[in-house]
């Protein structure tokens, strides 16, 4: 009977050690878990710093693009009129000529 | 005999008054267009130095921009590295469980005892959540990038063009204005230059409605008629070429002094593709054909502007680079 209870006994203490053990297992997952949670948090802060910047850097060229275009405007204007006032000027010109040979 | 001598001296005279009304006519026309030149010049040197100014922080940000790029995939490693010890950590529980549940088995304990243990079944799931975890966070930092790296093709394509403008308005002050003036050359090479020049007049600023605008371009179009013509020629020798790749092309091209428009190296670049896949029995692979559309917008060229074979080269090498990073 006393062996049998020592039996049992040892039986709970293994199971109670294993059952420690387990704990110990448990905790050491969500010790890793909450580390891989910090990881990709600390990647995300970092993605999000970067992705800000491109953002930023993509508002700068666009804006230089869009005065760009506006300069590149106005300049095709003035060389359209510069080049129109060179054709009228050559016309002028052609004409008077005409007009002088004709007399 | 003296009245003959006479007459022939007066003809002499008027003559001579002939050429001096002539030469100052054109000594005028020239100064026209010197003045011409001038204004051009000046515009053109306005618009390139404000490219200059508004290109060099476009630049940084580029670059900030790459640098951004070469970042992200630092930071992905990074953490690709760190998982890496964090799976390491998982497999060294992963085999602790096993040995635990060999020491349960040695207790007594069965299979489903085992299985359905709040303990047991506590740290699987962990472990379960660990990695599940770890995936999805590759997976969207992956989307994460690829949605950057779109940002940044976007912002690329969209600059390329200012680049090639930089150098056409640079090249608009090269262009010789030429409208009536004839160099004094032999008769055929002035009247080639003479089309050239009135071509590439009437090629510099196509946004012009104006009836003068439309008359000279009818001029154009009539004085285009031989160039056309020698444009024909040229095509027969580009078509014998089997390879526009080769050197021999180059050559050929550099000979005929390049003065082909885009169009015509458009369709005849396809045609020679067309004729070498029919020819190898393969079949056009998708993006391999200029997009003419396409082609011109990067080029920043008009189906009419005339361009030498390096150039339409170099043109071709970057579309099919900005053509592959699409399809990548």
Redesign the interface.
């Given at each position: 009977m006393t062996t049998d209870n020592n039996q049992v006994n040892n039986q709970d203490q293994d199971v109670d050690a294993l059952n420690t053990e387990l704990n110990v297992l448990i905790n050491k997952a969500q010790k890793i878990n909450q580390e891989i949670a910090d990881i990709n948090n600390e990647t995300n802060q970092v993605v999000d710093a970067i992705e800000m910047e491109v953002d930023q850097s993509i508002k700068n060229i666009e804006r230089s693009v869009s005065e760009l275009d506006q300069i590149e405007k106005e300049t095709e204007d003035e060389l359209n009129k510069l080049m129109l006032q060179h054709a009228k000027d050559l016309a002028d010109y052609s004409d008077e000529d005409e007009i002088k040979s004709e007399d | 005999m003296y009245s003959d001598l006479n007459n022939i001296d007066k003809k002499r005279l008027d003559l001579l008054n002939k050429k001096d009304s002539i030469e100052s006519?054109f000594e005028?026309?020239k100064d026209?267009?010197k003045l011409?030149e001038y204004?051009?010049n000046g515009?053109?040197d306005?618009?390139i130095e404000?490219?200059n100014l508004?290109?060099e922080?476009?630049t940084q940000?580029?670059e900030?921009?790459q640098r951004?790029k070469d970042?992200?995939d630092l930071?992905?490693a990074?953490?690709e590295v760190?998982?890496q010890s964090?799976i390491l950590?998982?497999k060294g529980?992963e085999n602790?469980?096993v040995e635990?549940e060999q020491?349960?088995r040695g207790?007594g304990k069965s299979e489903l005892e085992i299985k359905n243990?709040a303990?047991?079944k506590?740290?699987e799931a962990?472990?379960k959540?660990?990695r599940k975890?770890?995936k999805s966070?590759k997976e969207k930092?992956a989307r994460?990038?690829s949605e950057?790296d779109f940002?940044?093709f976007k912002?690329n394509n969209?600059?390329s063009p200012?680049k090639y403008?930089q150098a056409e308005?640079i090249r608009?002050k090269e262009r010789k204005?030429g409208?009536?003036i004839i160099e004094p050359s032999s008769e055929d090479e002035s009247v080639t230059d003479k089309t050239q020049s009135e071509s590439s007049?009437s090629n510099?600023?196509t946004?012009?409605h104006?009836d003068?605008?439309e008359k000279?371009a009818k001029e154009n179009d009539e004085n285009v008629v031989g160039a056309t013509q020698s444009e024909s020629n040229e095509h027969t020798k580009f078509k014998a070429q089997e390879s526009p790749h080769t050197d021999e092309g180059e050559k050929n091209a550099k000979e005929n002094d390049g003065q082909l428009t885009t169009l015509f190296y458009i369709s005849e670049w396809n045609n020679y593709l067309k004729d070498l896949r029919e020819k190898s029995g393969k079949e056009i692979l998708i993006g391999e054909l200029l997009d003419k559309h396409t082609f011109l917008r990067l080029a920043t060229l008009s189906e009419k502007d005339k361009l030498d074979f390096t150039t339409f080269k170099k043109d071709i090498i970057l579309y099919y680079i900005i053509r592959l990073e699409r399809y990548q």
């Open positions: - | 006519e005028m026309k026209i267009i011409y204004k051009r515009i053109a306005k618009l404000h490219y508004k290109l922080p476009l940000d580029l900030t921009i951004c970042k992200v930071a992905i990074d953490m760190k998982n964090e950590k998982l529980i602790d469980k635990l020491s349960l207790m243990s303990g047991v506590f740290l962990s472990l959540q660990g975890e770890m966070e930092l994460r990038k950057i940002k940044i912002i969209r600059i200012y403008k308005f608009v204005p409208i009536g007049e510099e600023h946004s012009s104006t003068e605008g000279n």
